[in-house]
């Protein structure tokens, strides 16, 4: 069975290289670009992890958290963003995500780790 990964990612090629490196890896990996289209493509479909930029339009990644918290979300959400504040981690895992890291500082290949690790993949 393919897990799927939702991508919510406002830098197109950061998206795009996350896209395909998580089908190279096996996955099935969707991309869209503002936090109202997560939100969107989860209502329509189902999804095994999302990974989840910060800073993005129409919805920041605090307002996907809040909004998936109120609905009782149980998709794990590892955040993908540049902001490093002890601040913005404690408030994201407080929303619910699983791992949070900093986009700047981690390796695709580390990233692909955080989704297997979350998804309990051997």
């Not at 503002?34 to 999302?50: F, H, S």
């Not at 920041?60 to 009782?72: C, P, R, S």
């Not at 404690?90 to 791992?99: D, F, Q, T």
């Amino acid at each position: 069975m393919v897990k799927k990964i939702l991508i919510g990612e406002d830098e197109k090629p950061m998206a795009r290289a996350l896209e395909l490196k998580l089908t190279k890896s096996g996955f099935e990996a969707k991309a869209v670009f503002d936090g109202q289209e997560v939100l969107n493509e989860l209502a329509k479909n189902k999804y095994d992890l999302v990974l989840l930029d910060l800073i993005m339009p129409v919805k920041d990644g605090f307002a996907v958290l809040e909004e998936l918290n109120n609905k009782k979300n149980k998709i794990p959400v590892i955040v993908s963003s540049n902001l490093g504040q002890p601040e913005d981690v404690a408030r994201a895992k407080k929303l619910g995500a699983v791992n949070y890291f900093i986009k700047s500082d981690t390796p695709i290949n580390e990233v692909i780790s955080f989704i297997k690790k979350a998804l309990k993949i051997k």
